[in-house]
């Protein structure tokens, strides 16, 4: 399924709609604050313009009405956006129980995947279509980012020495 921005790459897992949605609504709140501040400093720049160049503005006091909407208004709209999250990282983190389990090994410059049946790929990845799928990933010298664009997923893994710690995806 393609996604609705054209600049997004295909959606090909079945939480990426969610993330894109998150997205969406992450960027038009940006945007609405955006116009919104500039139409008012641009307003206000014409409305209380000095007319008379002795002219002394009135000192304001502040009101709290006022300040406690700018900061309880933003407040509530970023715990929606961390909650929305947040539910997507929990769905995306719950492991179902179908699941092919696929073996990822970061390497110097390379990324080495094996699945259960023997089948070994290089920096290349492919996995059945509508089949839950499962990384099991370990790094053998350093930190490295594996990241899958399409199913909107990337996960840092970490060298460990001990290869009884593995990072799954």
């Known amino acids: 399924m393609q996604s609705q921005m054209p600049l997004y790459p295909e959606q090909a897992s079945n939480f990426a709609p969610q993330v894109d949605n998150l997205v969406l609504f992450m960027i038009a709140v940006c945007l609405f604050f955006a116009v919104a501040i500039c139409a008012a400093v641009i307003y206000f720049f014409f409305k209380y313009q000095r007319k008379d160049p ?62 259960p049946d023997g089948r070994k790929e290089i920096n290349e990845l492919h996995v059945p279509v509508n089949r839950n799928v499962r990384l099991i990933m370990a790094s053998e010298d350093v930190i490295h980012d594996f990241s899958v664009p399409s199913f909107r997923v990337k996960m840092d893994v970490v060298f460990v020495r001990n290869t009884a710690e593995r990072t799954t995806l």
Do not use: C, N, S
């Not at 933003?74 to 699941?99: C, E, K, N, Q, S």
């Open 54 to 115: 002795d002219e002394i503005g009135v000192p304001i006091h502040g009101d709290l009405r006022l300040e406690i909407a700018w900061i309880v208004l933003p407040f509530f709209l970023l715990l929606a956006m961390f909650g929305w999250g947040a539910a997507i990282y929990v769905d995306y983190r719950h492991t179902p129980a179908d699941t092919l389990d696929i073996y990822v090994v970061g390497k110097q410059w390379m990324w080495r995947l094996q699945q």
